[in-house]
């Protein structure tokens, strides 16, 4: 496809369970970017990635957030045992470098 | 701690206004400062700054980059009911992103 894409585009989950959240980022693109987007809020960010390596994940808020992009396209971010503090958009971004980012329509997550 | 703040964080005008966005940071290892336009979903890109002093511009919008007080501002020239979205700006340091400032355009 031409731009980012996530799936699902919408997860509810309850509280507890694992979710896992899939961004097919531009081809060629060699940084993926994940952020946390709360309502009314601008995204946080949660980790980078340049091709298959994790350079940054200063940004995931704890050991119950994973991410990983092994073949240094698709990327699956991780949430084991989902908190409420968890509902929020998650976007995914890729660019050729670090500047110009393409964002995907993100994954509204709502852990109930 | 690395931030970035933006002004107003909610602004309201009238077609045809000019409308003046601020964004402030303070972040160490500086690489460049983004806008961006969120409408619904995805937000997407309007100008990459790293110079100070050089303006960019696209059509009716133009940005500029003070690196020595540390601000950006992007500027929205006859505006339209269009521009209504949230305008977030974001300093490629730690890819810290301001709250955003909420433009609504009335006709």
């Known amino acids: 496809g031409a731009g980012v894409s996530q799936s699902p585009r919408y997860k509810v989950a309850k509280r507890g369970q694992d979710v896992a959240l899939r961004c097919d980022p531009i081809s060629g693109h060699v940084s993926l970017f994940w952020y946390q987007q709360a309502l009314g809020q601008g995204p946080e960010f949660l980790t980078y990635f340049q091709n298959e390596a994790q350079l940054d994940k200063s940004g995931l808020p704890s050991d119950r957030f994973f991410a990983e992009r092994p073949e240094g396209s698709v990327s699956t971010l991780k949430i084991q045992r989902t908190q409420q503090e968890d509902s929020a958009v998650y976007l995914c971004a890729s660019s050729i470098d670090r500047g110009k980012q393409y964002f995907g329509p993100g994954t509204r997550l709502t852990v109930t | 701690e690395d931030k970035v703040v933006q002004s107003p964080l909610s602004l309201v005008v009238h077609e045809g206004d000019t409308v003046t966005l601020n964004c402030s940071y303070e972040?160490?290892?500086?690489?460049?400062l983004l806008w961006y336009k969120q409408e619904k979903k995805a937000p997407t890109f309007l100008f990459m700054l790293t110079s100070s002093g050089i303006e960019k511009k696209s059509g009716r919008l133009s940005s500029i980059l003070d690196k020595k007080e540390l601000f950006s501002i992007l500027n929205i020239t006859a505006t339209q009911t269009g521009d209504s979205a949230i305008y977030l700006c974001a300093v490629d340091a730690d890819m810290r992103f301001g709250a955003g400032t909420r433009l609504t355009v009335k006709p």
């Open positions: 972040v160490t290892n500086f690489r460049s």
